[in-house]
């Protein structure tokens, strides 16, 4: 009653749980294109690079080659795409292209 007529309000409803949620996903993307701008690199290189400082990556090795498997940020929980936000927050802080 007290809005004057034609406000538009948005608001936004999310479940919480241990899973990662969409605010956080679309964050870490932002950020990473971000950094993918500022640095002119790929953005698969810059996604890359923040799931192996931010722990989501296992190296291997398979018959004398080096492998790697990297989680899919869609399957990470909320603490791991926490992780991978400050380890965003860190590169861009090395590349002098703070985020937020």
């Known amino acids: 009653d007290e809005l ?9 409803v ?5 899973d990662g949620n969409l ?9 990473i294109r971000t950094l993918a701008f500022h640095t002119g690199m790929g953005f ?3 996604k890359l690079l923040v799931k ?24 990470c929980s909320a603490i ?5 936000i400050v380890a965003a927050m860190e590169l861009g802080e090395k590349v002098n292209c703070p985020l937020r």
């Open 4 to 12: 004057p007529e034609g406000t538009i309000v948005e608001f936004f």
């Open 14 to 18: 999310q479940v919480n749980s241990e």
């Open 23 to 31: 605010s956080q996903l679309a964050r870490v993307h932002a950020m």
């Open 44 to 46: 698969e290189e810059i």
């Open 52 to 75: 192996k400082k931010a722990g989501l990556c296992i190296e291997y090795k398979e018959e004398d080659t080096d492998k790697m498997v990297c989680k899919s940020f869609g399957d």
């Open 80 to 84: 791991e795409l926490s992780l991978a």
